[in-house]
């Protein structure tokens, strides 16, 4: 089972962009439509910066998406998903934080939404959205929200 997120996150003090996307990694071959979809927001230049956290202990694969430059790649070398997090989370410049595993991906207009939400709640330390639950044929199996 893959989850779907539209929108989620957390504040953070200091920040330089709005959002930061935290994905770790084992390597899997879905990380290039994870990293894609946040890649594809239409949140705006350099408002958004993705931090893929490679915990495989090797090397990812060579994939175009790796020269974008919102997007920075990390090692923490087998350190588990916590430590992968955490990493990503203490390099992070964006005033809001998600999280998404490397078999996840953001809908189409979710960080719109959500820097929307953020404009309408000021000053919310948190804002959250809706998750969906799909099976591997994408079909949902349950909204959260």
Not at 19 to 37: C, K
Not at 127 to 137: F, P
Request: proline share 6%.
């Amino acid at each position: 089972m893959r989850i779907r997120h539209v929108i989620a996150g957390q504040a953070g003090l200091g920040a330089i962009t709005f959002g930061s996307a935290i994905i770790p990694t084992i390597g899997l071959a879905t990380l290039a439509r994870t990293v894609g979809s946040g890649v594809g927001q239409s949140i705006g230049a350099g408002k958004n910066e993705i931090i893929v956290v490679n915990d495989s202990g090797q090397p990812l694969p060579v994939a175009p998406w790796q020269q974008d430059p919102a997007v920075r790649i990390i090692a923490t070398m087998r350190h588990e998903r916590s430590v992968a997090r955490n990493t990503g989370a203490a390099l992070a410049q964006g005033c809001y934080l998600h999280f998404l595993d490397d078999d996840d991906w953001l809908l189409p207009g979710a960080l719109k939404s959500f820097e929307t939400l953020a404009q309408q709640a000021k000053p919310a330390g948190w804002l959250y959205g809706a998750s969906q639950l799909v099976d591997r044929a994408e079909r949902p199996l349950i909204q959260l929200q």
